[in-house]
């Protein structure tokens, strides 16, 4: 439950009951004259559906998989409820994508560099979601790969094609499948049908005001199948923080008016006491019932004439996670507020109130837990707003936590991007909200993209975005700014591929001084480029030995292909030794697995001359022309000639064995240093 942020008007307001002479939402209102409505039929299970049998009641529409879409009369739902194979009927909700005015030319975006140095998206698919895209508009028409729509109509255009030419402007070589969706049902099929396109980040830069945020509605399964699949879903967090209010009815006088405040206030203005309003006014009441079904009833109020302006009387609908009621009103200059009375049942709920059109702000509002579905989703990325040229999150920028208790927000990313596909009606205008935030996010994910070895997986693209974002609040993840804002240039070097060279060994590895030897020495490179330039390997023996002429080398890739040297073996002096260096270099390109490579060597070297046993390292060093060098070593023991004689290297100065030595001995030996016979030799002279 969010916390009430009272911006107490002077004097608390009561408000008049609703009676039945108060006007009602002719949007809404059920008459014989009503238009069609458009419905969600929820089926037994997809195989069930007959649309033979709905097609008698109306037009049917959008199947995605056990709910499918049937305009119809109202008075017809009751007949398609008997159904044998329905188990649900309820009115199709909708998304909502407020504009919100910006206030900043959004001309740099972080990722100018990126672009200079070739990370510009390339190869990275992205998913659109909207009501509809201007397909043809210069600024992302090189870049769509497929179109579909599963809306009966043409929708509006501008949100969708901008929300397209964000992402182009951050990743100018993405390619984009964009998808025309109307109700949830399309965007449970967008969802499904990208999935199956197998493209790597999907965007949803819209919310369902209709819809409680606990993660657990009509879209999670749809959301989280295409994470398994390996699809990241990136959401916008909605823009309700300062239009969003949650918490208990609360009704201390028995008038059955809601009291937003403890000071018994029943009146919410809109935006606030002082201010007069002209335009659509849209708002969502939606609870779970508590002991007993419950019901409430949204009004919109003029205080000021101390009359009603607008009267939900159509009742009370489903989403199957929650219930609402919807109330919508067109004014004219004029006050405006939201009174709401409890209808029927024991008014013991919690209630949220989200605003779906009209001000971007109302008197009493709580900003906690206004995050929006899809957002709210646990397989879901969600991404707030922030505003670059002030510095701050947006203030309407949804929070959370979700209603569940989980976070709410990801992460956060730039808004008040300017785009110039004329749509709005200017050339350049600003996008703004989280619609234009998460298309900015979903862009910096298809650089992370390029960068990522391999096929990155939603995870791995999380996790470079989040742990490289500016953390802007308290120190650690927050519900207001997730991880913090997306930092475009360190989310690329997060996802960085490395290069590190491990599992050396060398065989023998106890050899005798001034004897030359052959050893048989191999090592794993893992994560190395395959982009065809020269890669070095450098092999460096003890400073007491000489490399003999012809050493061999042999380099497989991960599918056990040859790879060939781009370059001959040469022999090199180093650490003060005479020719005791091995290099050669490799040039890998696409054809090759390059996740693993493994080396082969067979080096014959000669050993100098000396008294003492000593424990040598080889030295191996690969350089990576687009991913740093690694190193690694290998062991080898030096004995001298004419016999080693345990008893004395491991005794004392008397000659005698303790157990610090016996316990070296053994380490010795376990590590391939000396052989059995000496170890029992040092044993033999312990217990002695």
Do not use: C
């Amino acid at each position: 439950m969010g916390t009430v942020i009272s911006e107490s008007p002077s004097v608390a307001e009561q408000a008049p009951p609703i009676n039945d002479t108060a006007p009602a939402d002719p949007a809404t209102t059920q008459t014989t004259t009503t238009p069609p409505q458009l419905y969600t039929v929820v089926a037994a299970n997809a195989s069930s559906i007959n649309t033979t049998h709905l097609s008698r009641y109306g037009t049917v529409g959008t199947q995605a998989r056990a709910n499918i879409e049937l305009t119809m009369q109202p008075a017809n739902v009751t007949a398609v409820e008997a159904l044998p194979w329905v188990r649900e009927v309820r009115r199709a909700v909708q998304s909502r994508s407020p504009d919100i005015p910006g206030s900043s030319n959004g001309t740099s975006l972080g990722v100018e560099s990126l672009h200079r140095e070739g990370l510009r998206g390339t190869g990275a698919t992205i998913g659109i979601i909207d009501t509809g895209f201007e397909t043809g508009a210069q600024q992302i028409a090189a870049n769509v790969v497929e179109t579909k729509s599963f809306r009966n109509t043409a929708g509006d255009p501008a949100h969708g094609t901008s929300v397209a030419e964000v992402v182009t402007r951050t990743a100018p070589d993405s390619q984009l499948y964009l998808v025309s969706t109307e109700t949830a049902t399309d965007d449970e099929a967008a969802i499904d049908y990208l999935t199956a396109q197998d493209v790597d980040i999907i965007i949803f830069a819209a919310g369902y005001p209709a819809v409680e945020d606990t993660g657990e509605h009509f879209l999670t399964d749809d959301i989280t199948a295409a994470r398994d699949n390996g699809t990241l879903f990136i959401a916008s967090a909605g823009n309700e923080a300062q239009t969003h209010w949650e918490g208990s009815f609360r009704d201390t006088d028995g008038d059955s008016m809601h009291e937003w405040a403890a000071d018994g206030d029943e009146v919410n203005s809109i935006p606030d006491s002082t201010t007069t309003y002209s335009g659509t006014v849209e708002v969502y009441v939606r609870w779970r019932d508590g002991l007993a079904d419950s019901s409430y009833l949204p009004a919109f109020y003029d205080p000021v004439a101390d009359e009603y302006i607008r009267v939900d009387r159509d009742g009370v609908y489903t989403t199957g996670s929650n219930k609402y009621t919807h109330l919508s009103a067109t004014v004219i200059n004029r006050p405006v507020a939201l009174v709401i009375q409890h209808g029927s049942g024991l008014a013991d709920d919690e209630i949220e109130v989200v605003f779906g059109a009209g001000p971007r702000s109302i008197e009493r509002h709580s900003s906690e837990s206004s995050v929006s579905a899809p957002a709210d989703v646990p397989a879901a990325t969600s991404v707030a707003a922030y505003e670059a040229d002030r510095q701050r999150i947006a203030p309407y920028s949804s929070r959370g936590p979700t209603d569940d208790g989980r976070q709410g927000v990801d992460v956060t990313g730039y808004t008040n991007i300017a785009v110039y596909n004329g749509l709005y009606g200017s050339e350049p205008s600003v996008f703004a909200g989280t619609s234009a935030a998460a298309p900015y996010v979903g862009g910096v994910a298809a650089l992370v993209e390029q960068q990522t070895v391999g096929d990155a997986s939603p995870e791995d693209v999380e996790r470079a975005l989040t742990t490289s974002s500016d953390d802007i609040l308290t120190p650690g993840p927050d519900t207001i700014s997730g991880t913090g804002v997306v930092n475009a240039t360190r989310a690329a070097e997060a996802a960085a591929p490395t290069m590190t060279v491990t599992d050396a060994t060398v065989s023998p590895t106890t050899v005798t001084a001034n004897t030359t030897v052959a050893h048989e020495l191999s090592y794993t490179a893992t994560g190395a480029s395959n982009d065809g330039t020269p890669d070095t390997h450098t092999v460096t023996l003890p400073n007491t030995t000489t490399i003999e002429p012809d050493p061999t080398v042999t380099v497989t890739d991960a599918a056990g292909g040859a790879v060939p040297l781009s370059s001959n073996l040469t022999v090199d002096s180093s650490a003060g030794g005479s020719n005791n260096q091995l290099t050669f270099t490799i040039a890998p390109d696409s054809a090759v697995e390059t996740d693993t490579l493994n080396v082969d060597m067979t080096v014959t070297a000669s050993y100098a001359i000396q008294s003492s046993p000593t424990t040598e390292l080889i030295y191996v060093a690969v350089t990576d022309s687009s991913r740093g060098t690694s190193n690694t070593t290998a062991t080898v023991t030096v004995q001298p000639p004419g016999g080693f004689d345990p008893v004395v290297e491991y005794g004392n100065e008397q000659g005698a064995v303790e157990v610090t030595g016996l316990l070296a001995a053994i380490g010795d030996w376990r590590n391939g240093a000396i052989d059995v016979d000496e170890l029992l030799e040092v044993i033999s002279s312990w217990r002695g």
